[in-house]
């Protein structure tokens, strides 16, 4: 079983910075795919950033050029730096990890990929 807990949410101006961290608990296979999603009220889930094992990641539109995804794998840990924040960016901010099947192995912002997801993180922005 895999747990995902976020942390380092929170109320910022326009413009400031924020890091979330996604600390892994229990055991993933040595090929996974790792993201980042968020959901503001009324609207779907969004996929904003992934990684895969070998360290490639790819970023939505909407975040690219302001965040970035990494991951630190000795300390079990996700991270996503957010910088440039707008109030367009307040949503509660999820980790998910799911492992890999087989095919083409990129990172991925769909959902449907992942099978392990944390409560949330809630991240506001104020103008």
């Known amino acids: 079983q895999v747990q995902l807990v976020e942390s380092g949410g929170g109320s910022v101006q326009s413009g400031g910075s924020l890091t979330l961290s996604c600390a892994v608990n229990?055991?993933?296979?040595?090929?996974?795919?790792m993201g980042w999603f968020r959901q503001s009220p009324g609207k779907e889930r969004e996929g904003i950033a992934a990684v895969v094992t070998d360290g490639r990641t790819t970023h939505a539109d909407t975040v690219k050029e302001r965040f970035t995804i990494s991951e630190d794998r000795a300390k079990k840990m996700l991270l996503l730096q957010m910088n440039s924040l707008n109030p367009e960016d307040t949503a509660m901010y999820y980790c998910a990890a799911g492992p890999f099947y087989g095919g083409v192995y990129n990172p991925d912002l769909r959902a449907k990929r992942y099978t392990y997801w944390g409560r949330g993180t809630q991240v506001t922005v104020s103008s």
């Open positions: 229990g055991n993933i296979p040595e090929m996974y795919y």
